[in-house]
């Protein structure tokens, strides 16, 4: 097989999402010898990153019918990358107020070749031309997510692309029962309007890591289903009784909990395969035994054999010693959301440091513990600025995901 006969073109919809999704379908997520998860992007191959500020995706054809058989996506955006302080605060106050550190970052995802053209150069060709398109747009770095027993991706990035590993994130997934979950009276709910969680977001997370600086069009977006903040109910027990963010924001209670979903189920669709006979078996006695029995309250196990919708937690923040706890309680509502969605899961993305992750449910069996992000500095005329070389950087406590690249 000829490496020059490949051919690598922008993506067309008119004739390329037949091509798109047989590559996409020959190539199911996940390492050989584990259950897969299945993407089906419900017939739209650029809607995973059609919300990004700039986006690109590419084809790879070959031969004289010009199959498709390869695919990559990629996004540019402006996020936060670190953080310095202030040496000269508004009317002489806030002198030692810390300020974000903003850089130009793209995202490579979805990149895919079908098993019959692996190991030819292909993988490397629609990278390297998404990275030409990277730096023609200006950004500074570009970076890729991974399961970390992905050894190909991973020796493709790596070995090949120059890119080194960056952080280990926790995916989190949790099931959608057939239940509500209990919500603790002591907890209030409140949901906030994009400006509000907007004017949170910036004050309280804007030297997160990754943290996007068009945050505003994330939330105003038609897939942010809102931002809602947990509080003890003894701090505002109604909402009658909330004193409006600027008061919340001068003088916070002494625990809080916020977070964003996203409904990626307008998105795509998921579909868990790969599974034996007995484990579908198992899961579909739980849900008999629920059916028979739904005074128990059986967490069981939902239909995910089949295409199933997700919603995604993004945002996630809290301060104070019962900021798990209301996180906890926070997840327990969003579930109720899903529930009443449809969904059949709700996932999140964390800094493995994360400390709030003790109050996120999931099933270890559908989570991962250790996702792999690489990094790639993609020129070295840029400027170091105030955080040096970010892909030396140690890692924070905390990212924030940007729920556009789920």
């Known amino acids: 097989m000829s490496e020059e006969a490949v051919v690598i073109r922008v993506f067309e919809p008119e ?24 993407t089906d992007l419900m017939g739209d191959p650029i ?22 058989v390869g695919v990559i996506r990629g996004c540019i955006k402006t996020v936060t990358c670190g953080k310095k302080l202030s040496r000269n605060g508004k009317n002489g106050s806030d002198i030692n107020a810390t300020l974000p550190i903003y850089t130009k970052l793209a995202y490579i995802l979805g990149l895919r070749v079908s098993p019959s053209h692996r190991r030819v150069g292909i993988g490397l060709k629609l990278v390297s031309r998404m990275e030409d398109w990277f730096q023609e747009n200006g950004a500074e770095y570009s970076y890729m997510a991974t399961d970390k027993d992905n050894e190909a991706s991973v020796k493709l990035f790596t070995d090949c692309c120059g890119y080194a590993k960056f952080r280990t994130p926790s995916l989190l997934v949790q099931p959608v029962f057939a239940h509500r979950v209990r919500i603790p009276s002591r907890v209030t709910f409140l949901r906030l309007v994009p400006r509000d969680a907007e004017t949170l977001y910036r004050r309280r997370f804007s030297t997160t890591e990754f943290f996007p600086r068009d945050i505003d069009s994330i939330l105003t977006n038609k897939l942010s289903l809102g931002t809602f903040l947990a509080l003890p109910s003894q701090s505002f027990p109604t909402v ?12 916070p209670p002494e625990s809080w909990a916020v977070l964003s979903i996203w409904n990626s189920k307008e998105v795509f669709r998921l579909q868990v395969r790969g599974a034996s006979r007995v484990k579908r078996g198992l899961a579909k006695t739980t849900r008999i035994v629920d059916r028979a029995l739904p005074w128990l309250k059986i967490p069981s196990v939902p239909e995910l054999f089949r295409p199933f919708g997700l919603h995604f937690l993004y945002g996630l923040g809290g301060e104070g010693p019962d900021s798990v706890s209301l996180t906890r309680a926070l997840c327990g509502f969003a579930h109720n959301l899903a529930k009443k969605s449809g969904c059949g899961v709700i996932a999140t993305e964390v800094a493995c440091r994360e400390p709030l992750r003790l109050g996120i449910p999931h099933w270890k069996k559908l989570s991962c513990a250790e996702d ?15 955080v040096g070389d970010w892909t030396k950087s140690p890692p924070g406590p905390s990212i924030f995901v940007d729920p556009r690249e789920v």
């Open 372 to 386: 792999l992000w690489c990094m790639k500095r993609l020129g070295e005329d840029y400027s170091d600025g105030a």
């Open 240 to 251: 009658d009784s909330w004193p409006g963010i600027e008061s919340f924001l001068s003088d």
């Open 47 to 68: 809607c995973r990153i059609r919300h990004s500020p700039a986006f690109l995706m590419l084809v790879a054809e070959m031969g004289p019918d010009r199959e498709i």
């Open 15 to 38: 004739r390329d999402c037949e091509g798109v999704e047989m590559v996409e379908r020959r190539c199911e997520v996940g390492p050989s010898g584990k259950m897969s998860l299945f």
